[in-house]
């Protein structure tokens, strides 16, 4: 008896979710989404806005999505774009638009989290502040976070080390990377990502960052010799809306696309741990690599002294910086929010 009314509850569950998914308005949405050979594109992003709504919806929401580089867009006018409404939904590297405003680089400054949970935990913290100042100042709400694999360094040579890394160009995609390598010596070298391949064959940078898989499948693997797995961060993404698209939807529209973005958040967390998993066996020729390209780059191993360095700097150059550019309250702010998540404190200049 038990078994009959849990599955006619089952049932009725079901079909109460058919039925809402079948009552929602059309809707069709534009999409800007990440670069395109990131793991989170691949196997998150773009299988979410194809697949997973359009199927969800039961057809009433569908999505034209078209990653950035695939558009020629700058990385860096990403919330521009979204504020002036060119697209209904944008996902971004959130610390590539620090330039308007530093808050945005905060959950995931320079080797600030070493963990996708901490990472995740540390933006958890922030989410209210972000989303705040969207809101406020680009009229933009936000709807999830994501990652992607460590940001390590990438060496056209092999790499020595850290201090081997004093007087070499490195190619970074945000601000407090450089307060990291004007730690260590090194000329920061900001660069697009679709970029930095052929720079790096031509020498005109030694080294690049970005994710242990990130550069596997952008084929960064073809113009380097080694990665020197020191993490520089998790390149946190954001997905967010515009306002005045949101605030046209029904609320039947919106309750479901918030649970569903919070479902992608979930997956996009979990792809991160498996992406992570995976990079060292695709970057040195080893199975399973399922997510990336078989590869034969040397990793370098990172010294229990250096990451004592890595540690230092973090909690000296990086957060300074940072603090400097945000100003007194703000670090304040980040000390009650990411810095009491984390256990650090940032100074207040």
Known sequence: MLNRW????????????????????????????????????????LPFWRKTIPEASKGAIT??????????????????????????FGAMDISKMAGDDPRFEACDLAGLTLDPDKARAACNAYRAVIDRQMQKNWNVKLLAFGGNTPQVFWCKDVATGL????????????????????????????????????????????????????????????VTKSIYPMSLGWSI?????????????DPKTQAFLLEQFKAYEDKMWATVKTTTSEADNCNTGQQPCTMGKLANTTIVAVKPEEMETHKKLVEGAVLAGWAKRCGAECAKEWNETVGKALGLTAPTP
């Open 237 to 249: 993404n954001v997905l967010a809306v515009n306002l005045d698209s949101w605030k046209r939807l």
């Open 163 to 222: 201090a081997g890394f004093k007087g070499k160009k490195v190619r970074v995609f945000n601000n407090t990377m450089r307060d990291f390598l004007a730690g260590v010596g090194a000329t920061a070298v900001s660069m697009a990502f679709a970029e930095v391949v052929p720079a790096l064959s031509a020498g005109v940078v030694d080294c690049g960052v970005t994710g242990s898989l990130s550069g596997n499948t952008a084929g960064w693997a073809e």
């Open 63 to 88: 999505a034209d999505i078209t990653p950035l580089d695939q558009m020629s867009i700058d990385d860096k006018t990403m919330l521009r774009l979204l504020k002036l409404g060119v697209m209904d």
């Open 6 to 45: 849990l599955a006619g509850l089952a049932l009725t569950a079901a079909l109460a979710s058919g039925a809402a998914a079948q009552d929602l308005p059309k809707s069709q949405f534009k999409v800007i989404g990440l670069n395109s050979p990131t793991p989170v594109s691949i196997h998150d992003e």
